[in-house]
């Protein structure tokens, strides 16, 4: 017999980057009364990682609960960026509803158009909350237009289209449902939430079904299945059957060792589950996304959406630098091979494949975002290593020609600048789908462009529209091979010999390009050490010091002046490498160099090539 459970209520935040999410979820857990009235609380609490503060993005999606009015509402936190597309996929399993959360001044974008779609087709309620409009240049009426259009152009459904709207300021903590009236707090978008979610339902008496659809990981306990409860109970040591959905042969035994639901930020050991309740289940070993726990006498797996494919590789690598070792606590292939394969239990979308040599591992992810993030998080976790330039991965169709995969681009640039785009992306092997004026003057480009277009292109757009423009970008599946590209048209400036760089040699250097080092730095031979005007590699000594004789002093070095030079981020310089090159990755430094650091070894491969 189904059921309706009335005292829980299952959503998930989804929007864009930075419409506010993550804020909007911090006010709806203050305003339930999580934290006591004078706790102290960092802002976008739900952003547990180092890499997710320092950069104001959300990369796992979060669990939180709060009480409001005797009903429990579990809320998701979910992330914006593309890259991590595949979490929000999931966890739009375990609700029955979300809340759309648009900028009131940027209105919808491509990411917006991809969460609600995938809302959309799951069948889910949604609620609109259009967030900061007490920006000064906000537009909240129009911007209620542009998502009725888009609930349009994505055949909604006259119920969906029905779907409330509400004004919020997730910063102040205020919600209305009409911009004429100014509430205090967020008792709006809390009601809405009771009245258009509908309660989870299903069957108490039947048997246990839970879908895992999220796994976090604990170096105490191992792997912990997140997931909802969509028939019966789940108690602790319960004896469940392990299946899947896309695996027909999957069927194991275990037991249920501990049992967690989450309430504020916490988890809370729990003996028994019912319907509807979200639950972490932690004791099961080779616990999976996309499994299903069922009793033993009625097994039945929940057919669940398959993750999508990574559309992008690099190669992970021992370091084999002259500097080897120096920097970095963890350096030996089997160091690396264990922290690739440990970031598989929680990282869904990545593949990690062994290759030919001990020394290299391929990784593969859903685009340079996800790659960049895994490398900053192991380097500050003290390992050493170098990566490859990031390559796409093709595929054969059905006729036996190569596709590869395709993105859709969206860019917003102001008028002067979109020349200099459209002129950059079309050599890229992008086709211009759309052009059309945006808001504040900008115009708004539509391109279809290859993956492999957009590698290393994000630093060149910044400088050609001198740091104005905004890009967005989307997978788009895979379409026929658009041809060879060419990546880079400046060469490198490659380090002569070993040594320590001195003031003279660089000075001298100088005059041939930008430079990457300064005054007294460690180089070796065959290290790249910045970039040239020229289309081709030039080598240069940086180390070299002035003859001193009876007429020259070495005072009179005093008097020269460099130029300061380029400090590249991480994401620059993943950017910036070429075929031939690698990225070599420490605690401390990152050094571009060459694969091969022989300059006549070198010299013979171009020549073959």
Do not use: W
């Amino acid at each position: 017999m189904i059921q309706k459970r009335e005292d829980v209520r299952n959503i998930a935040i989804i929007a864009h980057v930075d419409h506010g999410k993550t804020t909007l979820v911090d006010e709806l857990l203050k305003q339930s009364g999580v934290f006591r009235a004078n706790q102290e609380v960092a802002e976008r609490v739900m952003d547990s990682g180092d890499i997710e503060r320092e950069r104001g993005i959300t990369i796992l999606s979060k669990n939180t609960a709060v009480m409001y009015k005797d009903t429990k509402i579990n809320i998701i936190d979910t992330p914006g960026h593309a890259d991590f597309g595949g979490e929000v996929e999931r966890v739009l399993k375990m609700v029955n509803g979300v809340v759309l959360v648009v900028d009131a001044f940027e209105g919808p974008m491509p990411q917006t158009k991809f969460v609600l779609k995938k809302a959309l087709e799951l069948d889910l309620s949604v609620i609109v909350c259009i967030n900061k409009i007490d920006r000064p240049e906000a537009r909240p009426e129009e911007v209620v237009d542009e998502v009725l259009e888009l609930f349009m152009d994505l055949d909604a459904s006259d119920e969906q289209l029905d779907c409330p709207f509400v004004f919020a300021s997730a910063k102040a903590g205020t919600a209305t449902l009409n911009l004429t009236v100014k509430n205090k707090d967020m008792t709006p978008l809390f009601d809405t939430i009771l009245e258009h979610i509908p309660a989870p339902e299903g069957d108490p008496e039947a048997g246990t079904q839970v879908l895992i659809s999220t796994i976090d990981y604990n170096e105490y306990v191992g792997r912990i299945g997140v997931g909802k409860v969509d028939n019966g109970e789940i108690k602790v040591n319960q004896e469940v059957v392990i299946v899947n959905h896309h695996e027909p042969d999957k069927c194991k035994k275990v037991k249920v060792s501990k049992l967690y639901e989450y309430d504020g930020l916490n988890k809370i050991e729990v003996n028994s589950a019912g319907i509807g309740s979200i639950v972490a289940i932690s004791g099961i070993a080779d616990i999976h996304i996309g499994d299903t726990l069922c009793s033993p006498d009625s097994i039945a797996p929940i057919p669940f959406q398959k993750i999508s494919e990574p559309t992008i590789a690099m190669h992970f690598i021992v370091n084999d630098s002259p500097l080897a070792g120096q920097e970095g606590k963890f350096v030996t292939s089997r160091h690396l091979k264990d922290r690739l394969y440990k970031e598989l239990n929680t990282d869904v979308s990545l593949r990690v494949e062994d290759t030919d040599s001990t020394d290299q591992f391929k990784v593969s992810g859903r685009g340079e975002l996800h790659l960049s993030v895994l490398i900053e998080n192991m380097r500050r976790e003290g390992y050493e290593f170098a990566v490859s330039k990031a390559e796409v991965l093709y595929k054969q169709d059905e006729n036996g020609k190569k596709t590869e995969p395709m993105e859709l681009a969206y860019i917003d640039v102001p008028e002067e600048f979109s020349g200099a785009v459209i002129q950059k992306l079309s050599e890229r092997k992008g086709e211009l789908l759309n052009m059309g004026t945006g808001t504040g003057g900008y115009t708004r480009l539509e391109f279809s462009i290859p993956s492999r277009g957009l590698i290393g292109y994000r630093g060149e757009f910044m400088t050609d529209t001198k740091g104005n423009g905004i890009i967005n970008t989307i997978f788009n599946g895979y379409g026929p091979y658009k041809g060879d590209l060419s990546y880079r048209k400046q060469g490198s400036l490659i380090a002569f010999e070993p040594g320590e760089t001195v003031t003279y040699g660089l000075f001298n250097a100088q005059e041939r390009g930008i430079l990457f080092v300064g005054p007294g730095e460690k180089v070796y031979s065959g290290m790249v050490i910045g970039q040239t005007g020229k289309a081709e590699d030039i080598e240069v000594n940086v180390c070299k010091t002035k003859h001193l004789t009876n007429t020259r002093s070495s005072s009179a070095d005093e008097a020269l002046r460099l130029v300061p030079k380029k400090i590249m981020s991480l994401e620059q310089s993943l950017e910036f490498i070429d075929t031939d090159e690698l990225l070599e990755v420490t605690p401390k430094s990152l050094r571009i160099r060459k694969k091969i650091l022989d300059p006549l070894l070198r010299k013979r491969s171009n020549f073959k090539k």
